[in-house]
């Protein structure tokens, strides 16, 4: 009786520190997958307007009735309000004012249409930008015949018109993501995915801006759970993902 108590409490400490290593992993991968990249980082300020954009991906669930900058009901469900939570908790001394404006659906066109009034209007000293899986999406039966020519064109004017409007901003890119063995994403979107990827790393550098591999954060964390426990459907994250996502944004900070 004695020995398989012993064997019992063996086996739970063996499973517990286990179970202490997983729980820690995840923010060890996420970190080490954004700094891979040796990408710069941005200081945030006293007094800072911090703007999230893009497609759904951003968009998810956002009140846009709502304008008012820190409410929940405007920054979403998925990682921009996981990520805003973080920085206003990390940040509060820093009277941070933070807004979700992402519109589903949107490439990078798009955005431009609607850039005036939805970014330079608010004056944002820090922009997240997370666009281009529509980029290529649309193009397998949605209608959509831009090119990856047309996304790479499109980002640097919508890049130059917004540092030639708002001197000083700091500009976040993150990577557009796919994972495959989901409902959303199989083979037909290889290799050409890829060079939307490409090209969103490639404007970063070319700008000197920050840069989230979203697709290494999300490709290494398979090493813990399968695809379809970190999204929805290959594209949009689950409530995992998405903090995936905010703990990636938050290592281009300091």
Do not use: C
């Amino acid at each position: 009786m004695k020995d398989t108590n012993k064997n019992s409490r063996r086996n739970f400490i063996k499973t517990t520190a286990v179970g202490a290593v997983a729980a820690i992993s995840i923010p060890q991968i996420v970190s080490a997958s954004a700094n891979s990249f040796g990408s710069k980082k941005v200081q945030l300020n006293d007094n800072d307007v911090i703007l999230f954009q893009g497609d759904s991906i951003t968009d998810w669930g956002r009140d846009r009735n709502k304008t008012e900058p820190n409410d929940n009901s405007a920054l979403g469900n998925s990682y921009v309000l996981l990520t805003a939570a973080e920085l206003l908790e990390k940040h509060a001394a820093k009277n941070l004012k933070i807004y979700n404006k992402g519109v589903g659906g949107n490439k990078v066109y798009q955005l431009a249409e609607r850039w005036d009034t939805d970014t330079l209007a608010l004056k944002p000293t820090v922009l997240s930008i997370h666009v281009g899986v529509n980029d290529f999406w649309h193009t397998l039966g949605g209608g959509y015949t831009g090119t990856i020519d047309t996304y790479i064109t499109d980002y640097r004017k919508l890049i130059e018109r917004t540092k030639t409007a708002l001197p000083g901003i700091k500009i976040i890119i993150g990577e557009p993501f796919a994972m495959t063995g989901t409902r959303a994403v199989d083979a037909k979107w290889y290799p050409t995915f890829d060079l939307f990827r490409k090209a969103a790393r490639d404007i970063a550098n070319q700008y000197n801006l920050p840069f989230i591999p979203y697709q290494t954060i999300f490709d290494n964390a398979l090493k813990q759970a399968p695809a379809t426990y970190w999204t929805l459907d290959g594209v949009h994250p689950s409530l995992a993902g998405a903090k995936l996502m905010a703990q990636g944004w938050m290592e281009t900070v300091k």
